[in-house]
Antibody, heavy 121, light 108 residues
Framework: QITLKESGPTLMKPTQTLTLTCTFSGFSFSTSEVGVGWVRQPPGKALEWLALIYWDDDKRYNPSLKDRLTITKDTSKNQVVLTMTNMDPVDTATYYC?????????????WGQGTLVTVSS | SYVLTQPPSVSVAPGQTARIACGGNNIGSKSVHWYQQKPGQAPVVVVYDDSDRPSGIPERFFGSNSGNTATLTVSRVEAGDEADYYCQVWDSTSDHYVFGTGTKVIVL
């Protein structure tokens, strides 16, 4: 079955760069139409889509955060990495990685448990 | 950019029907997906492609989409349906996912 798990720092200082890793199993980027994305959720607030990477290395970013985000994949390790520069307290959130439904669909059918990242000086 | 608007909350008595609206410009031309999120948990898709249900999701969850409003209908509401619900689309104009503002379903 498909599983995903996020890992990375839990506490950051303003201006630092966040690096989150999503390690998954049950699927592979060697298969066409596979995609993995990132979504975040500030405490008590709504979901916000961040980025998505496909099996062919095609990438999509949230336009409002595009300048700060980079998404990459390591097919051999079954991992996706998200970096976000210049972190600010407003970036405090639970960050989720999720599997994009296949066959050209545009929603997430499997999610990781999420990891809370707190930004504070 | 494309915006999806949902009511902050919907209250419903057990056994009754909850209807959650998701408003967006010509949303009827897009595929709408719905997620349920319980406290402390990751979201779970309950309806995809407007009205399809993943395996394991009860038939009580029904989606529809037309014009400028998509709707998630939950019939015969149970206490376990109390959660936040989010709609989501792919905005082809700007090539990115968009989530709605979220609706808290309160079971009275």
């Amino acid at each position: 079955q498909i599983t995903l798990k996020e890992s990375g720092p839990t506490l950051m200082k303003p201006t630092q760069t966040l690096t989150l890793t999503c390690t998954f199993s049950g699927f592979s980027f060697s298969t066409s139409e596979v995609g993995v994305g990132w979504v975040r959720q500030p405490p008590g607030k709504a979901l916000e889509w961040l980025a998505l990477i496909y099996w062919d290395d095609d990438k999509r970013y949230n336009p409002s955060l595009k300048d700060r985000l980079t998404i990459t994949k390591d097919t051999s390790k079954n991992q996706v990495v998200l970096t976000m520069t210049n972190m600010d307290p407003v970036d405090t959130a639970t960050y989720y990685c999720a599997h994009n439904a296949e066959a050209g669909r545009d929603y997430f059918d499997y999610w990781g448990q999420g990891t809370l990242v707190t930004v504070s000086s | 950019s494309y915006v999806l608007t949902q009511p902050p909350s919907v209250s419903v008595a057990p056994g009754q029907t909850a209807r959650i609206a998701c408003g967006g410009n010509n949303i009827g031309s897009k595929s709408v997906h719905w997620y349920q999120q319980k406290p402390g948990q990751a979201p779970v898709v309950v309806v995809y492609d407007d009205s399809d249900r993943p395996s394991g999701i009860p038939e009580r969850f029904f989606g529809s989409n037309s014009g400028n409003t998509a709707t998630l209908t939950v019939s015969r509401v149970e206490a376990g349906d109390e959660a936040d619900y989010y709609c989501q689309v792919w905005d082809s104009t700007s090539d990115h996912y968009v989530f709605g503002t979220g609706t808290k379903v309160i079971v009275l």
